[in-house]
């Protein structure tokens, strides 16, 4: 059972809260996708850095981050959900409160086999395919809906 959507900057975060959800991101980046990687780098504790979770019943099951970037968009990454919750929505759950309070344009980088799922919810390619990790990625933005 998945309880309703968490959504908080790193101050409001417990240690042991903020430990979840960084083993959430090694499981399923490190370990699963054998991405050995620097998962610490240093924009988590961002004071406009917003961590956005849904917990299963032993804990995060589904997690995004969403960053602050020079320019004024936000960038939606580290999307992850453990192996076991996957095919629930979960992740088009996140998104979508994402999409309901951030204002601006909405940037990220998505693993090409995802694009057309990116895609359903309003994304467009922004750029050319790039590895990161060994992993094949496409730029991607959303602009805010028009009222």
Same mark, same amino acid.
């Given at each position: 059972? &998945?309880?309703?959507?968490?959504?908080?900057?790193?101050?409001?975060?417990?240690?042991?809260?903020?430990?979840?959800?960084?083993?959430?991101?090694?499981?399923?980046?490190?370990?699963?996708?054998?991405? /050995?990687?620097?998962?610490?780098?240093?924009?988590?504790?961002?004071?406009?850095?917003?961590?956005?979770?849904?917990?299963?019943?032993?804990?995060? &099951?589904?997690?995004?981050?969403?960053?602050?970037?020079?320019?004024?968009?936000?960038?939606?990454?580290? &999307? /992850? *959900?453990?192996?076991?919750?996957?095919?629930?929505?979960? /992740?088009?759950?996140?998104?979508?409160?994402?999409?309901? *309070?951030?204002?601006?344009?909405?940037?990220?980088?998505?693993? *090409?086999?995802?694009?057309?799922?990116?895609?359903?919810?309003?994304?467009?390619?922004?750029?050319?395919?790039?590895?990161?990790?060994?992993?094949?990625?496409?730029?991607?933005?959303?602009?805010?809906?028009?009222?």
């Amino acid at each position: 059972m &998945v309880t309703s959507i968490h959504d908080h900057p790193f101050r409001d975060l417990d240690p042991t809260t903020f430990h979840d959800l960084l083993r959430l991101r090694i499981d399923v980046f490190v370990v699963e996708q054998e991405c /050995a990687y620097a998962e610490l780098d240093g924009r988590d504790t961002e004071p406009g850095t917003r961590h956005i979770w849904l917990d299963g019943t032993s804990g995060p &099951v589904a997690y995004l981050r969403v960053l602050v970037e020079p320019d004024g968009s936000h960038r939606i990454g580290r &999307v /992850a *959900t453990l192996a076991g919750a996957r095919g629930n929505g979960l /992740a088009g759950v996140l998104l979508d409160h994402v999409h309901a *309070t951030t204002p601006g344009p909405l940037v990220l980088d998505a693993q *090409t086999h995802l694009v057309p799922w990116y895609a359903s919810l309003g994304y467009q390619r922004s750029g050319g395919e790039f590895l990161e990790d060994g992993i094949a990625h496409v730029p991607m933005a959303r602009e805010p809906a028009v009222d």
